[in-house]
């Protein structure tokens, strides 16, 4: 029998608003992480604002779970139903509510994905630049506070919001900030909704700052002999005050890799990738600088992208470094997500291959290198459970790592299930504050259950 | 006799941390606003964070308020310990705890102020940018979330920052993030704190992020026959592209106000200031690229300072605006502080000066252009309370047409006492969740009582 709470959804929405079909509740019941599925008992596609709250009550009237859902594209299972109930999917509700170029802002739907954005305010001369590698939706990109290869010059998500429109479980729609670009009024409630992960409201709107699309760009990328030397040239850039948009790490198995995965031809060293953004005359004085000091390293092999197509082949092949690992028959991965002050780099990477090579399976280090930030990809075997504990104790040695030299257990993936655990070793006596305030804006624990906080 | 908390306070701390002096009760009652002043009932002067946490236990036994004190160079009367109890004097811990120039981070005590760090970090190449104009301290800039001139290039405060140690009401010492660059790990307590006013808890460190000194520094300035004619040029400026480092307005009444108060001998018309500043080719660059744009647009008086010393002059004379309608026998001043979306500038500026004129009182409109922010300077006779009610009604109704165009009443003075009567017209059914907040950090209403809420 269906239960109660299921029929008022489906009498409150469109029939074609409400699913309970096998393959959308599988859809709904995992991301791209290694996480074990839970389906939803219903997947809701709300259209507007109205639909998110009627959908709220109902589900509190009813006691029952509520998960918002982008575009499955999380990495720490996010948007797992872990208590059932309700998948919201933000996919009907992709619109730009109001582009306002000559503000540099854009308030938009939480379900429109950064590529649709960008698709349409790029031919008014502007960029939302935050890019994680996936085409996440800006809703899920908001609620895990994501970043991505551009962080080093415009920051990350959370800088780029100014105002979120959020519904509260106990049905109270309310506006975070205003649409002006700074404010010192009231409490910072925008930041806090932001990377909350759904556990404290769900967003039906986001107002973002935009910014222009720089004049000339440069790319360009070289190659040394350790990681140490990549983190320490890294370093170098950074402390030159060179304003590189973007600087990655990676290693030298990441890229035997995705040569196999793409016939990139790459150099199958450690690396770094570089790209240079600006007036045509600085991004050319800066990469000119840049090459100067990484040469003064011991940097080899530096290249600068010919033309626009060699240069969107290069960032081509070093987002696809993770779906190499991934597409390997039979093999799962997982990976790690820390984030450590600059100087720690070196140290940290040193440690995160040693771990590799201790555990006996394939992975490799790259990421975000002038954030401090990089990545493991470990790929296992899911069907030898010695092979998954080891890789998952590949992450969980870093991340206790990172945590003791006063750095975070992630970077830009957010907590979800798997950084659960490294909560208190991180925050401390800061954990009771967070789950007053979770009990304080949903006290019957309604609103993505499980996630956060166990 | 004296209070039993007062001589507790005595005997816990040294003989030289308390003062009931006349003279230091009244330096803790005001700041630089004209906010009516109110003495608190004794000054201390904490070492540590263990003093802060002693102070804050023998407050909590008593019921006393507790109302951190930087240097009083607030403008909305944050400082003002409305309900008597202890001022907390941070000039004692005015230490830097760990300079990092290897990760670009500082962590400092509340009380040092900007000057004082910058004199520290300058020699090696670092510099912490955001200006207020005075030399603020650095918790006090924190706790305001304040930002100034540099806020255009290089964000506000609480972009700034990477961690707060604070302790709460109820004793709890805790650290809001880490030192990495950034996180996606637990609720974002640091933006929470940031700009909370001393109203949650107790500033006890914070740790910022460094910035390199650009190589190159151009100042540039130009003039305009109309307000609304700066705010066009700045908002063509922005949309350019061009990072400024800084972009001020000015109009003519103060510049003839602060002409005759410092001799400087600038044009008497409506102005804008430039500061272009990176690698030497960049800003030449991007001064050229700002000259044409601003010259199409029928500027005047275009002029770069010839060497440092006329550089430093142009700001200094910008920063002394405020001073220079203070410093009028018999004058007080009060000041607005709107921010809104940049495309609403030229209509709120213009709102302004017509405000102004019609009050029949001199006051002068300036500010952060780039980031929609301005202020007023109206000059009131303060024996004459009619004069008094004209200007503050002046600020009154900015601040209304601010929220009405989806601005803030405060874009970086922070809410104090002047700003809390539009809390609810900025913020709507936000006001009662930032309520809640209060009340489960401070549940007996403690601390810096009576600011940002009634």
Not at 7 to 15: D, F, G, I, S, V
Not at 126 to 138: K, V
Not at 380 to 397: G, H, R, V
């Amino acid at each position: 029998m269906t239960k109660d709470w299921i029929t008022q959804l489906q009498n409150t929405l469109k029939a074609d608003q409400c699913s309970t079909s096998a393959s959308e509740l599988y859809r709904h019941s995992h991301d791209e992480s290694d996480h074990a599925p839970v389906e939803p008992e219903i997947v809701c596609f709300p259209e507007s604002t109205e639909d998110v709250k009627a959908i709220m009550h109902i589900a509190r009237e009813a006691s029952v779970a509520i998960t918002p859902f982008g575009v499955g594209s999380g990495l720490e299972g996010q948007v797992i139903p872990l208590n059932a109930g309700i998948s919201i999917n933000f996919e009907r509700m992709n619109r730009i509510v109001k582009f306002s170029p000559e503000d540099l802002l854009v308030t938009v739907q939480p379900g429109i994905t950064r590529l649709q954005l960008n698709h349409i305010i790029n031919r008014h001369g502007l960029q939302f630049p935050i890019d994680p590698g996936a085409d996440a939706s800006i809703g899920g990109m908001a609620a895990t506070n994501a970043s991505g290869t551009t962080a080093v010059r415009y920051g990350v998500m959370r800088d780029q919001i100014v105002d979120l429109e959020v519904v509260l479980a106990d049905g109270t729609l309310l506006h975070t900030g205003t649409k002006a670009k700074k404010s010192s009024s009231g409490y910072h409630l925008t930041g806090l909704f932001t990377g909350s992960e759904g556990t404290l409201g769900v967003i039906t709107e986001i107002t973002l700052k935009l910014h222009g699309i720089p004049e000339h760009t440069i790319a360009a990328s070289c190659t040394f002999e350790t990681p140490h030397q990549c983190a320490e040239a890294a370093h170098t850039i950074l402390l030159s005050g060179i304003p590189v948009q973007r600087m990655e790490f990676v290693d030298a198995y990441s890229i035997a890799k995705v040569n196999v995965y793409g016939n990139y031809g790459l150099p199958e060293k450690h690396s770094l990738f570089f790209e240079f953004a600006g007036m045509k005359g600085a991004a050319e004085e800066e990469a000119a600088m840049a090459k100067e000091l990484l040469t003064d390293l011991d940097c080899e092999n530096w290249r600068v992208a010919a033309d626009s197509e060699e240069r969107a082949l290069i960032w081509k092949a070093r987002h696809e470094m993770a779906y190499a690992y991934r597409h390997q028959a039979g093999m799962t991965i997982t990976g790690g997500d820390v984030c450590v002050p600059i100087s720690k780099l070196p140290e940290l990477i040193d440690y995160a291959r040693e771990l590799i090579a201790e555990s006996g399976l394939e992975g490799g280090v790259l990421g975000h290198i002038g954030d401090g930030n990089f990545h493991t990809s470990i790929a296992y075997d899911a069907k030898d459970p010695s092979q998954q504990l080891a890789a998952e104790e590949i992450n969980e040695q870093l991340a206790y790592r990172a945590i003791e030299l006063e750095g975070t257990c992630t970077g830009e993936h957010g907590v979800g299930l798997g950084k659960m655990k490294y909560q208190n070793a991180e925050h401390g006596a800061a954990v009771a504050v967070m789950k007053n305030m979770k009990r304080m804006l949903d006290p019957n624990n309604l609103l993505n259950p499980g996630k956060i906080f166990p």
